[in-house]
């Protein structure tokens, strides 16, 4: 049973530029959470998809947008990058009706120079 | 593979020895916890949870304290082993919520 993958593993863009992170949820997982981790920081909470819409959203700028698709996958966008936007982003999927924790990937590394 | 926080509280321990990792967290609403271990180059791995209906839950060689009164969470790790090495987060949540994480503990084996 494969858990929560994400791509690309790593990836190199330059300021101003736009990046999308995928992420595949865990098998019979419907909700899908994204977090930001910089270096040295526990995961910051950017935004939760559920049924394609974004349910729940963190203290992030409309920069960052997401989408989740019918088969539960879901994208990261992210536009006009910052250097402060360098960091893991780590996907984290959980079912809706359950009440427990969430299963996360490895995450991808971004870095913006 | 790559580090995950070089900045963090390290507790250094001896093999064998228990480990205790301590959280205050930030909402007396929290209803749920979760400590996660995240390895380099790895996202952070589910250990064990609490519900705030709890003070105490064990699971293999783990243990997870609760204390609402003064919002404190602190999990203990019996016979630490090398493995063990990583960063360790507390979580907390509120019903309807997402988890919101501590800053993390840096784990250190020592041989």
């Known amino acids: 049973d494969a858990g929560v993958t994400q791509s690309p593993t790593h990836l190199i863009k330059t300021r101003g530029q736009q990046v999308t992170l995928r992420c595949s949820p865990k098998?019979?997982?419907?909700?899908v959470s994204w977090y930001q981790q910089a270096l040295g920081q526990g995961p910051q909470f950017i935004f939760q998809y559920y049924e394609e819409e974004e349910r729940q959203r963190g203290n992030f700028p409309d920069r960052f947008s997401g989408h989740q698709y019918p088969n539960y996958s879901s994208e990261l966008n992210v536009n006009a990058l910052l250097l402060g936007d360098s960091a893991l982003y780590l996907c984290?999927?959980?079912?809706?009706?359950?009440?427990?924790?969430?299963?996360f990937g490895s995450g991808t590394r971004l870095t913006v120079v | 593979g790559e580090s995950v926080g070089l900045h963090l509280p390290t507790l250094s321990v001896q093999e064998g020895d228990n480990s205790i990792i301590n959280c205050a967290y930030s909402n007396s609403a929290s209803d749920y916890f979760i400590w996660y271990k995240q390895e380099s180059g790895k996202g952070p791995q589910f250990i064990i949870d609490?519900?705030?209906?709890?003070d105490k839950r064990q699971g293999q060689r783990v243990t997870v304290l609760l204390n609402k009164t003064v919002k404190h969470l602190s999990l203990q790790i019996a016979a630490t082993q090398p493995g063990d090495s990583a960063v360790y987060f507390c979580?907390?949540?509120?019903?309807?919520?997402?988890?919101?994480f501590g800053p993390g503990t840096r784990l250190s084996v020592l041989p």
């Open positions: 984290a999927s959980s079912y809706t009706q359950g009440n427990s924790g969430y299963t």
């Open positions: 098998s019979g997982h419907d909700t």
């Open positions: 979580a907390e949540k509120m019903s309807g919520q997402n988890f919101v």
């Open positions: 609490i519900r705030s209906n709890m």
